[in-house]
């Protein structure tokens, strides 16, 4: 994802009415549908009990791991499965030191997955210096899942989203397999350069895992005053 210093997440906060849970991924995803603003603007389901359990395993994780999320951690996505490659069930989630705000082009955030089977941490990763917003699913890797992790920036009357496909290691490492740039625009009030609204289904190649997306031309709202 380009410009991880200044990509900062958009979540709607808990609570509000229009918000709309996303479920655990339990298989590799199929596809990642931006054109639908229920997904757009969903938030992670996470039970209250996760973040207690993930608290206690993270006693275990390598003290880089621990000194990212010193300050307490919010939970920002899961996703299930054999995640490392091998036949257990395990499940990734999306931890940041706190919970990124739109808009806001401040100090960068290290966040982590951590990898957990029953109440034992599997592994711990440090991600790239970005503000994440959620974790969407799973692709097929070699040797295990990559994770699905999309973010958001706003500036100057846009907004965009990018999705990236992260491979976990070695080690505590993380990398980018593939990143797919503006899934969701959102030019609409952009005071100079072009006015326009798409958002991109991504399907996911079952074999490869590679992304491919699709972009439709969903238009700016009618009330959108002209420039």
């Known amino acids: 994802m380009s410009n991880r210093s200044v990509l900062t997440a958009i979540l709607i906060l808990a609570g509000l009415a229009t918000s709309v849970a996303l479920p655990a991924k339990a298989a590799d995803t ?16 996470i039970p209250a009990v996760a973040k207690t359990r993930i608290a206690k395993a993270l006693a275990a994780a390598p003290a880089e791991i621990r000194q990212a999320l010193k300050s307490g951690f919010a939970i920002l996505g899961e996703a299930k499965g054999p995640i490392s490659g091998g036949k257990a069930e395990e499940t990734a989630y999306l931890l940041s030191p706190k919970r990124p705000v739109a808009a806001d082009p401040g100090p960068s955030q290290r966040q982590v997955i951590a ?76 005071p100079a350069g072009d006015r326009v609204r798409k958002a991109a289904l991504v399907t996911v190649d079952p074999s490869s895992g590679t992304l491919s997306p699709a972009w439709q031309d969903l238009g700016c709202p009618a009330t959108t005053p002209a420039r």
């Open 30 to 45: 199929l596809s990642v549908d931006y054109r639908n603003a229920a997904f757009r603007d969903g938030e992670p389901a």
């Open 115 to 190: 990898l957990v089977s029953g109440d034992k941490l599997v592994g711990a990763y440090l991600l790239p210096e970005t503000g994440y917003a959620r974790l969407v699913g799973t692709a097929p890797g070699s040797p295990g899942r990559a994770l699905l992790l999309d973010g958001t920036f706003m500036n100057m009357g846009q907004t965009v989203t990018s999705l990236d496909a992260v491979t976990l290691g070695p080690g505590e490492a993380t990398s980018v397999r593939q990143s797919v740039k503006d899934v969701y625009v959102d030019g609409c009030d952009n």
